[in-house]
């Protein structure tokens, strides 16, 4: 990561000049890299970086998404707490600061896109990292839209092109159906016959072959979020993507590796290893009461019980027992006020461990394993696991996509086991112990939609994908979660279905986003839905 992303400005050596000749040269910044000289590959691993931590930590969705969802739990609760906005639904100090992160980072990746495709387009040596930019900025708008809904889109990213500083708020529908047809066009133009792209920061290293993969696994996962607003066109883009053919193997997922060391670190290992959080932050009783019922093999892998005491709690350091039988989801909604919502009054409340200044009431419940502490771990963006698991559900639904349901699904149960491995050899399960696991655990065709969204969640979940995990939710309906209703909460005791818009937007931009926030049905609020949330 060190090598690739590098700061947007080339030293050139100096320029010998008398006088009175070469007064260009003489006017010109020798530490600037114009058009013509830079290399657009240097701005690929700007982009995929970006993106994966807009996505991540503090950005927003360990503070929102992971909470919501279920997947994690915490007792923090009041404005001074952060995980009060995740957990109970109620603001906390910075959470207008956080709303903004997923929008401003995702817009920031998409312009080092938008710059990559104004360097390469008309230079037909480099139509393939044209068309990743093409790819590129679609993966980063569709995020800001599966967040926010409608979303500056064809006004977008053009300040420098066209002075455009006041974009128009395209409607989701019509952004959506723009994106899909953008990413039809510039996956097909992919050839291993010209150029391979540099500097890629996938696994993929340039290879177009899976490059093509990715762009059409991307159009499946967009034209599956439309199932239920638009199922026609669902129905079309998804055969053309398994058409164009998706992601076949754990080998083909699409994520970022973490440098910490150079300043480029993943923000769900920060975020887990900063002392506030490795406490905080347990995994919720939904997600370990899910991989007790059917001995997943996961659990062993991302969940411990701290040893006894606050000390041990609060410890980086400190190892923790990962036995599965010993594993206690932590209820959400709870905190450690003393009051009716303090969590010693919990059903089935286990106690807590340690004893005078060293006492934890928390100190039996789940915390994510160091693998997933570390701030040099993958960022996942798009994995054959959610693939197959897409495609068991095409399936279902009747679309033509090939293979059966049973078949998409055992696919998408292994791969998102396998995926772990990305984590280091502590993660590492073998494909024998995951495909038995698989085997043990069909489809059953009369439970299958529920069954395979459940997985979703789980899989994404387990992976720190949040967002990815929320949005899912938010079209399928599963897991079915049981919403908070926490004193003073900004929801009206429901899950929040979408973020409300930077509040900068009011002011910036305010004619535009009025416009917008008057087709909200509810308004510019966490609970209003976006177009294909229905």
């Given at each position: 990561?060190k090598?690739?992303?590098?700061?947007?400005?080339?030293v050139?050596?100096s320029?010998?000049v008398?006088?009175t000749?070469?007064?260009d040269?003489i006017?010109?910044?020798p530490?600037?890299?114009s058009a013509?000289?830079f290399?657009?590959?240097l701005?690929?691993?700007?982009?995929?970086f970006?993106h994966?931590?807009?996505?991540a930590g503090y950005?927003?969705?360990i503070?929102f998404q992971?909470?919501w969802?279920q997947?994690?739990?915490?007792?923090s609760?009041g404005?001074?707490?952060?995980?009060s906005?995740?957990?109970?639904y109620v603001?906390?100090?910075?959470?207008?600061s956080?709303l903004s992160?997923t929008?401003?980072?995702?817009y920031?990746?998409a312009?080092?896109a938008y710059e990559m495709?104004q360097?390469?387009?008309?230079k037909?040596?480099?139509?393939n990292?044209n068309?990743?930019?093409k790819?590129m900025q679609?993966?980063?708008l569709?995020a800001?839209?599966d967040?926010y809904?409608?979303?500056?889109?064809?006004q977008?990213?053009q300040?420098?092109a066209?002075?455009?500083?006041?974009p128009?708020?395209?409607?989701?529908?019509?952004?959506y159906?723009?994106m899909l047809?953008?990413?039809?066009?510039?996956?097909?133009a992919l050839s291993?016959?010209t150029?391979?792209?540099t500097?890629?920061?996938?696994?993929?290293?340039?290879?177009?072959?899976k490059w093509?993969?990715?762009g059409?696994?991307?159009m499946?996962?967009?034209?599956?979020?439309?199932?239920?607003?638009?199922?026609?066109?669902a129905?079309?883009?998804?055969?053309?993507?398994?058409?164009?053919g998706?992601?076949t193997?754990?080998d083909?997922?699409a994520?970022?590796?973490?440098?910490?060391?150079?300043?480029?670190?993943?923000?769900?290992g920060?975020?887990?290893?900063?002392?506030?959080?490795i406490?905080?932050?347990?995994w919720?009783?939904t997600?370990?009461?899910?991989?007790k019922?059917t001995?997943?093999?996961?659990?062993?892998?991302?969940a411990?019980?701290?040893?006894?005491?606050?000390?041990?709690?609060?410890?980086?350091a400190?190892?923790?027992?990962?036995t599965p039988?010993?594993?206690l989801?932590?209820?959400?909604g709870?905190?450690?006020?003393?009051?009716a919502?303090?969590?010693?009054k919990?059903?089935?409340y286990?106690?807590?461990t340690?004893?005078?200044a060293?006492?934890?009431p928390?100190?039996?419940?789940?915390?994510?394993?160091?693998?997933l502490?570390d701030?040099?771990?993958p960022l996942?963006v798009?994995?054959y696991a959610?693939?197959?698991?897409?495609l068991?559900?095409?399936v279902?639904r009747?679309?033509?996509?090939?293979?059966?349901?049973?078949g998409?699904?055992?696919?998408?149960?292994?791969?998102?086991?396998l995926?772990?491995?990305?984590y280091g050899?502590a993660?590492?399960i073998s494909?024998a112990?995951a495909?038995a696991?698989?085997?043990?655990?069909p489809l059953?065709?009369?439970n299958?939609?529920?069954?395979i969204?459940?997985?979703?969640?789980?899989?994404t979940?387990?992976?720190?994908?949040?967002?990815?995990?929320w949005n899912?939710w938010k079209r399928?309906?599963f897991p079915v979660l049981?919403p908070v209703?926490?004193?003073?909460?900004?929801?009206n005791?429901?899950?929040?279905?979408r973020q409300?818009?930077?509040t900068?937007?009011a002011?910036?931009?305010?004619?535009n986003?009025s416009?917008a926030v008057?087709?909200?049905?509810?308004?510019d609020?966490?609970t209003?839905?976006v177009?294909w949330?229905?």
């Open positions: 990561m090598k690739r992303l590098i700061a947007l400005t080339l050139i050596g320029l010998q008398s006088c000749d070469n007064f040269a006017n010109t910044d530490t600037r890299a013509t000289i290399d657009p590959n701005l690929l691993p700007s982009t995929q970006n994966v931590s807009a996505m950005s927003g969705p503070l992971s909470m969802v997947i994690f739990a915490s007792t609760s404005a001074a707490n952060y995980y906005n995740a957990d109970k603001i906390s100090s910075n959470t207008n956080y992160s929008w401003n980072g995702n920031g990746a312009s080092y495709e360097l390469t387009k008309d037909p040596a480099l139509a990292l068309n990743i930019a790819i679609v993966q980063c569709a800001i839209s967040t809904g409608d979303l500056p889109y064809s977008a990213l300040a420098k066209s002075g455009t500083t006041l128009v708020y395209d409607t989701q529908e019509s952004a159906k723009a047809a953008k990413l039809e066009t510039a996956t097909a291993p016959a150029l391979l792209p500097n890629d920061a996938f696994p993929y290293k340039g290879d177009i072959t093509k993969k990715y059409y696994s991307l499946l996962k967009m034209a599956m979020r439309l199932t239920k607003a638009d199922p026609t066109t129905k079309t883009y998804v055969e053309k993507a398994v058409t164009g998706v992601f193997s754990v083909d997922d994520y970022v590796r973490a440098d910490n060391a150079n300043g480029y670190g993943n923000g769900n920060g975020a887990l290893s900063t002392l506030a959080d406490y905080q932050v347990r919720s009783k997600m370990i009461d899910y991989l019922a001995n997943d093999p996961r659990l062993s892998v991302v411990e019980v701290p040893a006894d005491g606050l000390a041990a709690n609060q410890s980086i400190a190892p923790g027992n990962t039988a010993a594993q989801g932590l209820p959400n709870y905190d450690l006020n003393g009051g919502t303090d969590i010693s919990s059903p089935g286990p106690g807590g340690g004893s005078g060293d006492a934890t928390i100190g039996k419940y789940s915390r994510p394993t160091q693998v502490r701030r040099n771990a996942f798009l994995t959610e693939v197959e698991l897409l068991a559900e095409a279902t009747g679309f033509s996509v090939g293979g059966t349901a049973a998409h699904y055992k696919n998408g149960v292994v791969a998102g086991i995926a772990l491995s990305r050899a993660a590492t494909s112990v495909t696991y698989a085997d043990a655990n059953v065709p009369a299958a939609l529920k069954q969204n459940e997985q979703y969640w789980a899989t979940g387990l992976l720190l994908n949040f967002s990815e995990a899912n399928s309906g049981t209703n926490y004193v003073g909460n900004f929801s005791g429901a899950i929040p279905r409300p818009y930077p900068g937007e002011t910036l931009n305010g004619a986003y416009a008057s087709k909200l049905s509810g308004g609020t966490w209003s839905r177009y949330d229905k």
